[in-house]
């Protein structure tokens, strides 16, 4: 499995080179692309991705407004996504049921809800192909079947909006938001998840001072041996 992180960026005004598209990933195995997210920087851009599938976590800009126009292959999608985009002129419309595998192409993706947002209900993906499993959430407060969805999981991709700072509202009886990157390293460590990469980035990482910024990602280990650290546009990795 190859991920390549198009875009990095969470939904926020600054933007730098390392950190200036909004948050994508695309996914390959064999000859399968699957690009998951398409926020509004990439209205008119995608198709150089030359994805042959689309995948989407939740309805936001930042993460579905690049489809405006329509796209020029399937997207697949959850039911209350779709509620959201019903508008959008996208031809090849599939959906994804919420703890149902589902194989694109020749990679399975699982979607399990997570919290986040009233108005655009929001899942997280369980991915695998071959050997390879990730976990793939870059909006979220907590995953509502963590155990579930991390179970085997080598790579935990997650929400940078903020590193330790709480980044959660009340709406009446519902939070939205995002969990800090602490916690998200704290459900890594309990789940025995060995690496985290973290995008959706915020002002505080996009701003900030990188070398600073590991060091304290460092500091948040407590002995387990995690490894975590920030992804930046254009980063690449191979799971063999």
Known sequence: MKLLFLGTRGEIEARTRRHRMHSSLLVSYGSARVMVDCGLDWLGKFEQVRPRAIVLTHAH????????????????????????????????????????????????FEAFPVEHSILAPAVGYNVSAGRARIFYAPDLIFIHDRAAALKDVRLYIGDGATLTRSFVRKRGKRLIGHAPVRTQLAWCKKERVPQAIITHCGSEIVSGDERRLLARLRAMDTGTGLQARIAYDGMELILR
């Open 61 to 108: 800009p930042d993460h579905a407004w690049g489809l405006k126009n329509g796209a020029p292959c399937p997207v697949y999608a959850p039911e209350k996504t779709w509620q959201t985009l019903q508008l959008y002129p996208i031809k090849k419309r599939l959906l994804i049921k919420e703890r149902t595998p589902t194989k694109i192409s020749d990679i399975m």
